[in-house]
């Protein structure tokens, strides 16, 4: 008999410890395959009617988008940001709000041009964000329009960015210099993370990590291009669940066990 109640403590022991593993909740899965053509998922804003530099030429602030909003719309199944060039077009969608200790995956195409896409995490209504971003071309131009000198002009193209926006502000925080050259046409993975201040970003065979220098608050994800377009699809968002006390837990159980 004591045998069988070891055997049994043994077994619901190893149980309740693997059931107190963090666990990873989606939040949003979404592939776009049962959204109309010219329509966007429920819940998904276009945030910016901008220029391409992501300022209103007149007020040089970042505007909400009044629809017709141009770009950012499904399309056989993919989400299609438009052409991204220097024609006044939104540059930045969002979708949810109150998320934290997030994980973004998403599958994305570079369609043409120069620039840059990617994903966001802790996006606020007013913009402020942190990005991961995969840039081409000239990143300087970019984000000296965007406000921000804080990046380093001697990395060699491609290059992959985490990029914080507070107050209207963009600044580096960290980016990994000759990433893999992005092929147009296929899908690329991109896997975002902000536990916290704590961020992660993989893409391009690279991973960059920073500790943001302003914390924000919980909020949705976003996606965003630049000058180029792009596509994405299979966006999947994962939030960190509520994990139980492992001790507290073994230790009920195990005193449960003793009175058998």
Known sequence: ??????????????????????????????????VPNGELPDGWTVLYNDT?????????KQVPCDPPCPGWQVLDGVLDSGNGDHDREALFIMVGSG?????????????????????????????????????TGNPGNLLNAEGTNDFDRRGANPVLWLVQRVNGKFTVLAQADNVADLERGPFHPMEMTANGANLSCTAAGA??????????????????????????????????????????????????????
């Not at 619901?12 to 939040?27: E, K, R």
């Not at 919980?218 to 994405?232: D, L, Q, R, S, T």
């Open 1 to 34: 008999m004591k045998h069988l109640v070891f055997t049994m403590a043994a077994l619901m022991i190893f149980a309740v410890a693997s059931l107190t593993v963090v666990a990873q909740q989606i939040v949003l899965d979404e592939n776009f395959d049962n």
């Open 52 to 60: 391409y530099n992501g300022f209103d030429d007149a007020a040089q």
């Open 99 to 135: 998320w934290e200790q997030i994980t973004v995956q998403v599958d994305m195409v570079r369609a043409q041009g120069t620039g840059y896409m990617g994903t966001a995490t802790n996006v606020q209504p007013n913009g402020d964000r942190y990005d991961c971003r995969f840039m």
């Open 207 to 260: 991973t960059v990590e920073a500790t943001a220098l302003d914390a924000l608050p919980a909020g949705g994800v976003g996606f965003h291009n630049g000058e180029y377009g792009a596509f994405y699809d299979s966006v999947l968002v994962t939030a960190v669940a509520t994990s139980v006390d492992p001790k507290s837990k073994l230790a009920a159980t195990w005193g449960q066990i003793k009175q058998q």
